[in-house]
């Protein structure tokens, strides 16, 4: 599903800052995986290469047989759009929408019918166990229920890999392992994941920990 070759990147200013220096990673179709190091050690400029949202200077990045290099910022949105759902630590969802409303959104962008995007939202909240609370707001919700209402709509769209940056950052202990348990439903049921994290609880609920160090994969 991913391949990554000597991937370098760097970040430009008045002290220019060499943050990921030759990624070599493989992932596969249906993995579970948790990328961990310290803060500043490269984590999320690495998941964000991953997710199409930035570009890298020198290698090779080959998502689900496609060339990620020098795309165009049209066709890098399609790819995202397509390809990949993402989930953060501050959950981002829209706090004047309900959890329906937020979940539907992505498929507002792709023109999908109100009846239609809303039937596949309750859906896909019934799924996460969220049902009763579809039509509540962001500020009424708990922060693991906020959590499963973003990892929803990041799967509204039927991405081929989930991406999460530090998804149980902001949870208590209890309530992450309650998010990992989801994450690894959805990965049971084929879903490639990729979470970021530096909790190594959260990293223990996956099944292959990569370790990044500086910038450079160390395990
Ligand atoms: P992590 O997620 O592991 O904490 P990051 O990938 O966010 O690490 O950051 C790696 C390094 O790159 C840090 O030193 C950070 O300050 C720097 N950095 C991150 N994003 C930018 C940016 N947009 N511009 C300049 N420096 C950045
Ligand atoms: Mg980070």
Redesign the pocket.
Known sequence: MIHLEDINKT?P?AVP?H?LKGINLDIARGELVAIM??????????LNILGILDNYDTGEYILDGTLIKNLSENRAAELRNKLIGFVFQSFNLINYKNAVENVALPLFYQGVSRRKRNALALEQLDRMGLADWAHHLPGELSGGQKQRVAIARALITKPAIILADEPTGALDSKTSVDVMQVFRQLNSEGMTTVI?THDPNVGAQTNRIIRISDGIITQ
Do not use: D
């Not at 310290?38 to 400029?45: E, F, I, R, V």
């Open positions: 970040y200013g800052l943050v190091g310290a803060s500043g050690s490269g984590k999320s400029t690495l970021v």
